[in-house]
């Protein structure tokens, strides 16, 4: 298997995050924190294979982790987690990138074009 680039992991992260049901589960581990599987059942209406299914995609990104207790597994955020999302989108991290306006129409306005 040949080395990551890290495109790959930043693309590998957002594509763990860019399901409808993925970004629930992080939406309410953020939220409420620590959760186990049945109560995200329950508060996502979705299937456990499905859930489980989703809930590896998120610890394969690194995003979520795993503690068993007894029978019951609980899940949260990865540590560092937030940080790695907003790592992978490094030109939206910055305050200074939100001006909305454009340089190139700008520059047209300024010629006299439309």
């Known amino acids: ?63 979520v982790r795993a503690n068993r207790r007894g029978r019951r597994v609980r899940y949260c955020l990865e540590f560092g987690a937030i940080d790695a999302l907003r790592a992978a989108l490094p030109a939206l991290s910055s305050v200074d990138n939100l001006d909305p306006a454009c340089t190139a129409c700008e520059r047209d306005d300024a010629a006299g074009g439309r």
């Open 1 to 63: 298997m040949a080395d990551r680039t890290p495109q790959d992991v930043r693309l590998e992260l957002l594509k763990a995050v860019a399901d409808p049901t993925r970004l629930a589960v992080l939406d309410s581990l953020a939220a409420d924190g620590a959760r186990c599987h049945g109560d995200l059942e329950v508060e996502l209406g979705v299937p456990a294979n499905r859930l489980s299914f989703h809930l590896k995609v998120l610890r394969d990104a690194g995003l």
